[in-house]
């Protein structure tokens, strides 16, 4: 079983509207979570962390974390052409504090 | 503000052949620094990790090795590529301590031929 699981898309938004990325973890101890975006043949760029369960707000961001059900989510609202990236998904490991990455989830925003 | 540089930003290399991919950190004391590979549409790889100076942990038996030589420096070596070894590796860097942000290089696109 994979650390940290993501729908790998690609995922197909029109602009304007929200776009809604899901990951799930197995390390029950992990505490932190980050998304990351990655424009195609550029490196990783940390949008969103969060620790607590519940929602946090960044601009057109929403990174979501439910800790009992192992779940984080990212919304990207009033999408753009320019957010069409992939998006990964990390979760600390809980017996080092190392970040366990997803495979991402591949968005395209249709203008 | 801190800056991480790493070089070159791709590489062509024939099977056997050496590699040495270099990484410095600009603006900070004592990072934790990391090694990582990105295969084509898959995740990333953690390869090895270092708290400091001389200091490195792999995460995977393979066929490259790490260096720190100085506290914001950080090598990626390997004696004899494999076409296997292909692949976007990347550089990254976070302060040490819990729910660590990794801040990440431009990457390296290698092509081993």
């Known amino acids: 079983q994979k650390e940290v699981e993501q729908n790998s898309g690609p995922l197909s938004v029109p602009e304007g509207a929200i776009a809604s990325l899901n990951c799930t973890y197995s390390?029950?101890?992990?505490?932190?979570f980050f998304w990351y975006r990655q424009y195609s043949g550029k490196s990783p760029e940390l949008i969103m962390s969060i620790y607590s369960n519940g929602d946090k707000e960044d601009g057109r961001f929403t990174a979501q974390l439910n800790k009992a059900s192992q779940y984080v989510s990212l919304l990207i609202r009033d999408s753009q052409p320019s957010d069409s990236a992939t998006y990964l998904c990390a979760g600390e490991r809980s017996n080092d504090y190392k970040l366990s990455f997803g495979a991402g989830t591949t968005v395209t925003v249709r203008a | 503000s801190q800056t991480i540089h790493q070089w070159p930003a791709t590489l062509v290399q024939p099977v056997g052949s050496p590699l040495s991919l270099e990484c410095t950190v600009e603006?900070?004391?004592?990072?934790?620094l990391y090694w990582y590979r990105q295969a084509a549409g898959r995740g990333l790889q953690l390869l090895f990790y270092s708290v400091g100076i001389g200091q490195i942990s792999s995460e995977v038996p393979q066929n490259l090795s790490a260096s720190r030589p100085q506290d914001r420096q950080f090598i990626l070596s390997s004696k004899k590529l494999l076409l296997s070894d292909s692949g976007f590796y990347l550089c990254?860097?976070?302060?040490?301590?819990?729910?660590?942000?990794?801040?990440f290089g431009s990457g390296t696109q290698l092509s081993v031929l």
């Open positions: 603006g900070t004391s004592n990072p934790n």
């Open positions: 990254a860097w976070s302060v040490p301590g819990t729910g660590e942000k990794l801040f």
């Open positions: 390390d029950r101890g992990s505490q932190s």
